[in-house]
Antibody
Framework: QVQLVQSGAEVKKPGASVKVSCKAT????????VHWVRQAPGQGLEWMGV????????KYAQRFQGTVTMTADTSTSIVSMDLSRLRSEDTAVYYC????????????????WGKGTTVIVSS | SSELTQDPAVSVALGQTVRITCQGD??????AGWYRQRPGQAPVLVVY???NRPSGIPDRFSGSNSGNTASLTITGAQAEDEADYYC???????????FGGGTKLTV
């Protein structure tokens, strides 16, 4: 079935980087954009960005410009999110989520979600 | 403004109807999506493009839009509907996607 399988939890020190991966199964990887959304403890959802697995083009939220990089590997059907210069405020659960639209444009509505990856930033 | 505003908490009696609202300027141009999130779980899309439901979502969930306000209505709320609900939409300002702050629904 359609699934997004995320990598395991990470503990990082402030200033380090973290890479979270998301493997797509059960559908044509290049047909759907993939978003990254995070949720700090006890807080709401925060959109980080979106990537086209077909072209590799990504669009990021303003607050993450310069610190986040999203990539896609069509040979493994894996989308990755790299977040650098980590701070304690980056402690959160990070989700990848598939856009509901197929084709050249994304809708912003996310119909399949990974289970989330916990990232803890602590000295 | 890129903000979407939701009431922090709403309650409903079992079997009754409840409406959860979401306000924001972007909703004048874009349809809202609605997500249900149970504790410790990932969000689940329940309504999108105003009133489409993904497969597996019961038809007691419906969406509507009027001006700058989107609404999620649950007709005949069940105990399993108790969760946090988030709205989202595209946005033409700073960030292309915005989420509301979430509404905690108690049944």
């Amino acid at each position: 079935q359609v699934q997004l399988v995320q990598s395991g939890a990470e503990v990082k020190k402030p200033g380090a980087s973290v890479k979270v991966s998301c493997k797509a199964t059960g559908y044509t990887f290049t047909d759907y954009f993939v978003h990254w959304v995070r949720q700090a403890p006890g807080q709401g959802l925060e959109w980080m960005g979106v990537i086209s697995p077909r072209s590799g083009d990504a669009k990021y939220a303003q607050r993450f410009q310069g610190t986040v990089t999203m990539t896609a590997d069509t040979s493994t059907s894996i989308v990755s999110m790299d977040l650098s210069r980590l701070r304690s405020e980056d402690t959160a659960v990070y989700y990848c989520a598939r856009d509901s639209a197929t084709g050249a444009f994304w809708s912003g509505h996310m119909d399949v979600w990974g289970k989330g990856t916990t990232v803890i930033v602590s000295s | 403004s890129s903000e979407l505003t939701q009431d922090p908490a709403v309650s409903v009696a079992l079997g009754q109807t409840v409406r959860i609202t979401c306000q924001g300027d972007s909703l004048r141009s874009y349809h809202a999506g609605w997500y249900r999130q149970r504790p410790g779980q990932a969000p689940v899309l329940v309504v999108y493009h105003r009133n489409n439901r993904p497969s597996g979502i019961p038809d007691r969930f419906s969406g509507s839009n009027s001006g700058n306000t989107a609404s999620l209505t649950i007709t005949g709320a069940q105990a399993e509907d108790e969760a946090d609900y988030y709205c989202s939409s595209r946005d033409n300002s700073g960030n292309p996607v915005a989420f509301g702050g979430g509404t905690k629904l108690t049944v």
